[in-house]
């Protein structure tokens, strides 16, 4: 089983080199016959860069049902950037039917798993009251982690998002959803999964 583990991740290492042309030549065929045959061994990210590679058409043609198929593998091992696009693919209804159930279920994750774009669209289905119960509190709270994203747009639009609430809401309030964000942001921490981490 070691040696098992030991090969996936091998061929994993070699459709990164292939990908990115690192010491070879550029050869997104090969990197994605080496990523499935890591992804088949049981392999994460493997299977998370077969759900990049279809959904972005490198190496074979853009399929986002085997998209979606990889990212869920994926995202089931807790990957955060498979569980992030899952929940895109999701709501957007790639590969799939839309589901913003789903969608919401998957931001979640990838939101405890310190994934800005995650946190941004996880306060937005708060204010949309779609997927899950209208709560502008909670919509505050995930906003107001977005919001100190290093990333620049979703650091604005968050930022943006969460004024137009805070015209909403009673200093009180305001008061309450910033206690609420940071016991968030420790729950985040918790995950130890490192420094902020951007998927798109």
């Known amino acids: ?42 392999n994460a990210n493997a299977q998370n860069m077969l759900g990049y590679m279809y959904h972005n058409g490198l190496g074979t043609l853009v399929n986002n049902t085997e998209a979606l198929r990889y990212y869920l593998l994926a995202a089931n091992q807790h990957i955060p950037t498979a569980e992030y696009m899952a929940g895109y693919f999701y709501q957007h209804g790639f590969g799939a039917p839309q589901n913003l159930s789903e969608a919401f279920r998957y931001y979640e994750l990838a939101s405890y798993h310190g994934i800005a774009n995650a946190q941004l669209q ?59 964000s940071q016991e968030y942001y420790k729950q985040i921490k918790q995950a130890d999964v490192g420094s902020e981490i951007y998927a798109g």
């Open 122 to 180: 996880l306060g937005m289905l708060y204010i949309q009251g779609k997927a899950v119960a209208f709560d502008q509190m909670k919509a505050y709270a995930w906003l107001n982690i977005a919001a100190s994203s290093s990333h620049h747009e979703i650091r604005e639009t968050a930022l943006q998002a969460r004024t137009l609430l805070e015209e909403r809401l009673s200093q009180d309030d305001i008061n309450k959803a910033q206690t609420l």
């Open 1 to 42: 089983m070691a040696a098992r583990h030991n090969d996936a991740d091998a061929q994993t290492l070699l459709g990164q080199i292939y990908l990115n042309g690192s010491y070879v030549e550029k050869d997104p065929e090969k990197a994605l016959d080496f990523f499935k045959k890591a992804a088949d061994a049981g």
